[in-house]
């Protein structure tokens, strides 16, 4: 699954918490980002966190403290724990990989692969 494959959005109250999965695999001994993004209708997609291969994590100032990310490479998914929720945390929530190199497949290398997204909605 090239693609990456969002699950884990719901409905939950402020204050309340909600642990995103993004699964993909392929792109066997290549190196690469993992991001989620957020975006609301009319605004743009917004950064909210990354993970990169060799597990170097960013986060946006919006959501540190309160997100954590994280992967299991042998379940070759990527986690989101959302954590204190907010009204303003309402969003659908996309995954991308992001390829930085694919010795094995240079064409790859820089490409974006996005999910269909999953939607969070924050009642307060």
């Known amino acids: 699954q090239v693609q990456p494959v969002e699950s884990g959005g719901g409905s939950v109250q402020a204050g309340g918490s909600l642990r995103l999965s993004c699964a993909a695999s392929g792109f066997t001994d290549c190196r690469y980002e993992m991001s989620w993004y957020r975006q609301t209708p009319g605004a743009e997609r917004e950064f909210v966190s990354s993970?990169?291969?060799?597990?170097?994590?960013r986060y946006a100032d919006s959501v540190k403290g309160r997100f954590t990310i994280s992967q299991d490479n042998a379940k070759r998914t990527v986690y989101l724990q959302m954590n204190s929720l907010k009204a303003e945390d309402t969003a659908t929530y996309y995954c991308?990989?992001?390829?930085?190199?694919?010795?094995?497949?240079?064409?790859?290398?820089?490409?974006?692969?996005w999910g269909k997204g999953t939607l969070v909605t924050i009642s307060s």
């Open positions: 993970i990169d291969s060799s597990g170097s994590i």
């Open positions: 991308k990989r992001h390829v930085i190199t694919c010795p094995w497949a240079t064409q790859l290398n820089g490409m974006d692969y």
